[in-house]
Nanobody, 119 residues
Framework: QVQLVESGGGLVQPGGSLRLSCAAS????????MGWYRQRPGKERELVAT???????NYADSVKGRFTISRDNAKNTVYLQMNSLEPGDTAVYFC?????????????WGQGTHVTVSS
């Protein structure tokens, strides 16, 4: 079983920045894609950003130009740098790791970290 541990959430004012971290209990090279999702109050969980093993990235339209996903393979950690935060970014942010192979599929979630954007 893989553990994903998120950190870095908190309360920030509109226009501020936060960096979320997701530390994996095994090499992130073993996953095809890692990503960040969020669940805003009263909403379904939605994709925020993903990064593939080849470092290709993908972002939700709502965060393009403001958020950056990156990875540190040596630390088995994925980051989400969030700038120009807006109240609409308030959510629980979840880290996700997926492996999709011919024989087996794996899908892991972290416990979530709260981000509140408010003045």
């Amino acid at each position: 079983q893989v553990q994903l541990v998120e950190s870095g959430g908190g309360l920030v004012q509109p226009g501020g920045s936060l960096r979320l971290s997701c530390a994996a209990s095994r090499s992130i090279f073993s996953f095809n894609i890692m990503g960040w999702y969020r669940q805003r109050p009263g909403k379904e969980r939605e994709l925020v950003a993903t990064i593939a093993s080849g470092a290709n990235t993908n972002y939700a339209d709502s965060v393009k130009g403001r958020f950056t996903i990156s990875r540190d393979n040596a630390k088995n950690t994925v980051y989400l740098q969030m700038n120009s935060l807006e109240p609409g970014d308030t959510a629980v942010y979840f880290c996700n790791a997926k492996f999709s192979g011919v024989i087996r599929q794996e899908n892991y979630w972290g416990q979530g970290t709260h981000v509140t954007v408010s003045s």
